[in-house]
């Protein structure tokens, strides 16, 4: 059973950086898709960046290039990936996710929601002005 579990959201200040992981664990082979997402309060949950397991090939939407980096740490039976987040700004508030999909997402489908299948609970990240 593959299972997502987010961390480290909290409150900062516009400027200040914050450091999301998420722990995902139950995929039985190497061939999948992690994607770091965002939903604003009465937005649409959007796709902030996204990861391809086996080439480790990162893709990010134009909104964060250059502020957020997309990183993972492959262990034996679980993977954690990082979403390191620096210049925040007050339009980054939103609840975070992370989801998988068991195969290789092309570019320019890898930031759509609907290519996952799993997803953790959230997490949630607050700028302030």
């Known amino acids: 059973q593959v299972q997502l579990v987010e961390s480290g959201g909290e409150s900062v200040q516009s400027g200040g950086s914050l450091r999301l992981s998420c722990a995902v664990s139950?995929?039985?082979?190497?061939?999948?898709?992690i994607g770091w997402f965002r939903q604003a309060p009465g937005k649409e949950r959007e796709g902030v960046s996204c990861i391809y397991n086996i080439s480790g090939r990162k893709y990010s939407t134009d909104s964060v290039k250059g502020r957020f980096t997309f990183s993972r740490d492959n262990a034996k039976n679980t993977v954690t990936v990082y979403l390191q987040m620096n210049s925040l700004k007050p339009e980054d508030t939103a609840i975070y996710y992370c989801a998988a999909s068991p195969r290789r997402l092309l570019p320019a489908l890898c930031l759509f929601k609907g290519q996952y299948n799993y997803w953790g609970q959230g997490t949630q990240v607050t700028v302030s002005s």
């Open positions: 139950g995929f039985t082979l190497d061939d999948y898709t």
